[in-house]
Each structure stands twice: as C-alpha cells, then as structure tokens.
C-alpha cells in the first residue's frame, strides 16, 4: 500500500514539473491587444484634483507612409483623483489596454509642479511598467498644450524626440538630463537639489526644485 501510494506521489510531481512551465503562457497579451504610452502630462485639473494627458503612438497598419513623414500620435485627456484612476478610466473606454513600459517623458505644467510632487511621484515610481530611466520636464505652459505642440522636424518618432531631446545636455551645457529615478532620489535626500528640464515648445532651461520636499 505504501508503495502504492509512493507511485501516485511521483506521478503527481511529474505532473507539476510538466505543467507549471507552462502556467504563464496563457497570460500572454498580444501586442496588438495594447495600446503603448509615449508620454504623460499632468495639470491641475479644474473639476478634480489632476487632468491626465495621454500620448499614444499609433500604428501605421497601411503601409502608406514614407521614411521622411512623422509617426502619427493620439492625445487624449481626462480628469481624475489620482494618476492611478486616470489610467483605469481611460482603460474603460479604449479598445485596447494601456502599456507604460514606453513611456519616455512625464511633463507636468509648472503650475502643478509648484503645488508639490511627492505624492505624484510616489504613484509613478511603485509602477513596475515606467521605467526609472523615463525623462522628467517641467512645462511653462499647460501639459496638455506642450504635448500637443510637439512637433520634432528632425525626427520621424516622437517616442525617440523625447529620448534625446534630454541627451543635448552633453554638448550645450543649457539643460539637465533629468531622469524620474534620480529626481526622486534627490527629492528624497537632504543632501542634494533635485531639478528638471524646464521647457517651453522651442526653448529648454534647467528649473530647481528649491520650495517642496518629503
């Protein structure tokens, strides 16, 4: 009997070894299923607390654009409580879910910025999907306003404008390649000042974030 059951054991482990493997494969998302984030922009919002912007890249499924003409974007906006429900809510009513993994900027409006960002800040860095290496810029104008504007004439992909925009900091010594990661660090020390790109649709200056901390 001991055997018996020694046998039914073994069989069962087996079982397991074989199956879990593959346990994962049926949580695969196509990635025709999500729609790939390339930029968020934070406002004061004027019926809630903040007004989310939300930059998409959108596939050329036609075939029809040459080398030479600019990736087409989707921008759309919504109020919300927090950056969390602004992403559940924009998830409600599109048709594909939202994937933060290519977020290459956060811009929030100097207005917003001047209220305190630690709260924001928290939020963004417990997401597992935006990376710590995502560029952090301070608007003059309304978040919203600056990623609409964007326009990169040298430039086929915003998604790409947005990653070396920030890198000109290695030979014009005007601006700060300012990462989210090390923003929050250094917004979390009390040893160092954190700051940011401070931008305009065509000009960039460094802007310290001397009022707020932790």
């Not at 934070?42 to 080398?67: A, H, Q, R, W």
């Not at 915003?158 to 917004?187: C, H, M």
């Amino acid at each position: 009997m001991t055997k018996k059951y020694i046998k039914y054991i073994i069989i069962l482990v087996l079982m397991l070894v074989i199956f879990i493997p593959f346990n994962g494969s049926y949580r695969v998302q196509s990635i025709d299923d999500l729609a790939y984030l390339v930029a968020i922009g934070i406002d004061v919002g004027e019926t809630n607390e903040l007004k989310v912007t939300f930059e998409f890249t959108m596939p050329n499924s036609s075939g029809e654009s040459t080398s030479s003409e600019i990736a087409p974007t989707i921008v759309n906006s919504i109020e919300a409580s927090s950056l969390d429900s602004a992403i559940n809510l924009m998830n409600t009513y599109m048709s594909k879910e939202i994937n933060l993994s290519h977020c290459k900027a956060i811009v929030l409006s100097e207005t917003f910025a001047s209220t305190g960002v630690s709260k924001l800040l928290y939020s963004i860095i417990n997401k597992v999907q935006i990376r710590p290496d995502s560029y952090i810029i301070i608007s003059k104008c309304n978040a919203e306003d600056f990623i609409q504007n964007i326009h990169p004439s040298l430039e086929n992909l915003v998604a790409k404008y947005y990653e070396i925009v920030p890198i000109s900091s290695k030979y014009t010594g005007y601006t700060v390649n300012a990462k989210i990661g090390d923003f929050f660090n250094q917004l979390s020390s009390q040893t160092s000042e954190p700051v940011a790109m401070l931008r305009r649709y065509r000009r960039l200056f460094i802007w310290t974030y001397r009022s707020f901390r932790l």
